[in-house]
């Protein structure tokens, strides 16, 4: 008796046990199947870029930026990858808020050249360094020029020594017209005189960095990134033909020359190399 008494209780034991894992399995199974249900049936939480406007165009990597109006230091660096305090230190930064339109900056330890900064100008009328941020966002299309005054007379140009980089690069002539104003300290280029409308074309291959007017004192303004650290302004423009990140060939119709933000209808151009005004002179073909 004492035997099946205890197999007896053994079962019923059993019997009862399995009753009771059985609820709990259930629930388990009914918990688990609810949390799948929920984990996926969720959204993650959306990325926000709390730094505001658009990113800075990125810089073939161990190669140089061409700083635009309304970059930032911060934007420039976190576009390309890098850390801003690097940025500072391979061009030499103290501030990192002294960074102006037209700058070029290094963005690796192993690029050519230094940052260098110096502002592009016209001789007449004194206009702004293109470190001023743009007043207002670059409009789609010019403003129309102002009514056309007699072009100044042509200056005296005594032929220039050439540079001894001057064959690193198939250089042409951006515009056909007379010589206004000849490179100095101030002009920082040259000024090439023509009618409204005339043609302006790229003087080499390049990747256009800028195209618009949102920089006083310049109109409409173009600037071309080329080999060897060089790059071209071209300002005052009628009309813009080219759009930034547009690649152009030597001699390709870029701009038709105009007279904004200027006293008579011409073209301003610079040369720069690592970001260091030079006499176009000393580049450009002769004539």
Known sequence: MLNGQSQLTAMTMGASMTRLRRPLFIAGALSLAILAGCASKGTRAPVVDMTGGQPAPTAAPGGSYVVKPGDTLYKIARANNVDMESVKRWNNL???????????????AGSGGGAQSAPIAS??????????????PVASLPPPDATPTPAPAPVDTKPAPRAADANVINWAWP???????????????????????????????G??????????GLGNLIIVEHQNGFI??????????????????????????????????RLHFEIRRQGTPVDPMQYLPTK
């Open 232 to 265: 071209t302004a071209y300002a005052h423009n009628r009309a813009l033909l080219v759009k930034t990140g547009q690649n152009v060939k030597r001699g390709a119709k870029i701009a038709e020359l105009g007279q904004s933000d200027t006293t008579s209808p």
């Open 94 to 108: 103290s501030d990192p808020n002294q960074i102006s339109v037209g700058q070029v900056l290094k963005m690796s």
């Open 123 to 136: 001789a007449k009328p004194q206009p702004r360094p293109l470190d001023q941020q743009p007043d207002a």
């Open 175 to 205: 515009a056909n017209g007379s010589i206004v104003q000849t490179f100095n300290a101030s002009s920082k280029g040259i000024d090439i005189s023509g009618a409204l409308g005339d043609p302006v074309t790229a003087a080499a291959d």
């Open 207 to 216: 990747l256009v960095k800028y195209s618009g007017n949102g920089v006083r």
